[in-house]
């Protein structure tokens, strides 16, 4: 079992910033890769960013690709998302999600953190 814990969402204004972090526990070895996806009211859930635990891989939704920046800190078990140029679109409850393969789909799931961005 995985656990996964974000933290640092809040209300912005346009053009503003926000770091997410998302702490995961348990079998924190067997994790391949981690990412984040966030969901709108209204809306489904959509991948924002993903990185790979080993090789720190990353990828990104196109709407946030050069805006936000997913890293990760090993030793902390910690995944990060930078997100820089905040735009009222990007109002949303942001997961953090993990996954033990390549080709597995993501079978962890954090509790979310609300990200909330004025015009």
Do not use: H
């Not at 209300?11 to 994790?31: F, K, Y």
């Not at 090993?74 to 109002?91: A, C, F, S």
């Amino acid at each position: 079992q995985v656990q996964l814990v974000e933290s640092g969402g809040g209300l912005v204004q346009t053009g503003g910033s926000l770091r997410l972090s998302c702490v995961a526990s348990g079998r924190t070895g067997d994790i391949y890769d981690m990412g984040w996806f966030r969901q709108a009211p209204g809306k489904g859930r959509e991948f924002v960013a993903g990185i790979t635990r080993n090789a720190g891989f990353t990828t990104y939704q196109d709407s946030v690709k050069g805006r936000f920046t997913i890293s990760r800190d090993n030793i902390k078990n910690t995944v990060y998302l930078q997100m820089n140029g905040l735009k009222p679109e990007d109002t949303a409850i942001y997961y953090c999600a993990a996954r033990l393969t390549a080709l597995g789909g993501y079978g962890y799931w954090g509790q979310g953190t609300q990200v909330t961005v004025s015009s």
